[in-house]
């Protein structure tokens, strides 16, 4: 998988962060999953722990994981009902 994305993003004349090709697809992985990781965990009742401190703005964790989260409010993360961090974000 690695090889046919690396060959895929060198024909596009793209490359990810210091050519890490395999970071790149555990990322692109990582996205596409993670909604229904986050699903599944407030439907069990389930705790969520971020790892997040200095997220960048435009970086994964507000674009995928918090969007998806926001839709939860009775979910918890890192030992926060997530209402209280809908509550705290920035318009």
Known sequence: MVQALEAFMEEQG??????????????MMWNAGCAEYFINAVAAGGSLLALVENAPRDGSFNRFELVTLLEYPQGVITGYPVSAIAAASPG
């Not at 793209?14 to 990322?27: M, R, S």
């Open 14 to 27: 793209v490359a990810p962060f210091h050519e890490k090709y395999a970071g790149a697809l555990h990322d």
